[in-house]
């Protein structure tokens, strides 16, 4: 037994027609989920030891998909950044004096390890105890020289997402990104309908 279904060219027409009006609009879901991606990495890997390690975590979440996706027509734009002036010096570089406000800080502050005192930091402010001497010292305001190397923590998440991609057919098949575009173009032609953000995580990659 042998079951027939006849697909006439109107109908390949009329599908492809409408993949194509819908493109643009699938692309963007690929682009919103590569920019939510790409934000992931920056800050649970990249910001978190790989790169850069962690202090306060102000950094990291001062990272965002700023406007995320933006663009129509021939091209689509994927932001994220972070406003904050030492995030930049830490991804572009930087060298030069800086201005160091007056302001107090600890002269000995007791260090833990495993949530206990470890025998050297208390032995250091022990004495400055015994000695009368106060926790805290006033330091003027200078000029300091600062040399940051360029870590590129954000440029390296964008460049693995796109690979060398100068197009969906050329140079970075493998790149994540292509993969979600051609993900989102498969779901359109199937279904009809534009694929969903969390359809196109790719295992989070």
């Not at 406003?83 to 107090?104: D, N």
């Not at 300091?144 to 969906?168: C, K, M, Y």
């Not at 057919?169 to 173009?185: I, M």
Request: charged residues 25%.
């Amino acid at each position: 037994m042998t079951i027939q279904r006849t697909v006439t060219f109107e109908e390949l027409q009329k599908l492809v027609g409408d993949v194509g009006r819908k493109a643009p609009a699938a692309m963007r879901v690929a682009m919103q989920a590569a920019v939510q991606a790409m934000l992931r990495d920056v800050v649970k890997n990249r910001m978190s030891g790989q790169y850069l390690g962690v202090v306060t975590g102000t950094g990291r979440r001062s990272v965002q998909a700023s406007g995320s996706v933006s663009g129509s027509g021939d091209a689509l734009r994927g932001v994220i950044g972070s406003p904050l002036g030492y995030i930049r010096a830490h991804e572009r570089g930087f060298s030069g004096p800086v201005q160091v406000r007056a302001h107090t800080r600890r002269r000995a502050a007791l260090e833990t390890r495993r949530g206990k005192a470890t025998k050297k930091s208390a032995a250091a402010v022990k004495a400055r105890l015994r000695a009368g001497r106060s926790g805290y010292a006033h330091v003027r305001a200078h000029t300091r020289q600062v040399n940051i190397r360029a870590r590129r923590f954000l440029r390296d998440t964008v460049l693995q997402e796109a690979g060398s991609l100068p197009g969906l057919l050329g140079g970075g098949g493998d790149a994540p990104f292509t993969r979600r575009a051609v993900r989102a173009l498969q779901i359109l032609a199937i279904t009809g309908k534009l694929p969903k953000v969390k359809e196109l995580g790719l295992g989070g990659g």
